[in-house]
């Protein structure tokens, strides 16, 4: 694996002793120019140079994927989501540590509850 694909890629940097397998999460590789705002990456991107390499890796790559919660089906993917058109319930990150400040009640299809409680 080259390292200038991907900043911070390199198979020491991934891939402790004994790994056998890497989840990679949706906009792993995420970081914005400071000049321009933009992603220098898309969202699966990391995922997909991991697969590309898996084999130099020696470790099985498990795509995680990006799931929404919606107010018809529950939990689904955000493709079924925007495919069957269904209302997605958000939270921004920002919202969540006000909610967190304030006492305000955290929806539980956001945080489980013993989470929402440590982090109070």
Known sequence: MQTDQMLCSNPQNVCPAGCTHFIIGRDMAGC??????????????????????????????????????????????????AAEKLTCLSLSGTKFRKMLRSGEDIPEWFAFKSVVAVLR
Request: proline share 4%; no cysteine.
């Open 32 to 81: 914005k120019s400071t000049i321009s705002g933009e992603d220098f990456y898309g969202p699966y991107d990391a995922q997909d140079l991991a697969k590309e390499n898996a084999a130099e890796l020696n470790m099985q790559t498990v795509p995680s994927l990006n799931i929404a919660y919606t107010q018809e089906k529950g939990y689904v993917t955000a493709d079924v989501a």
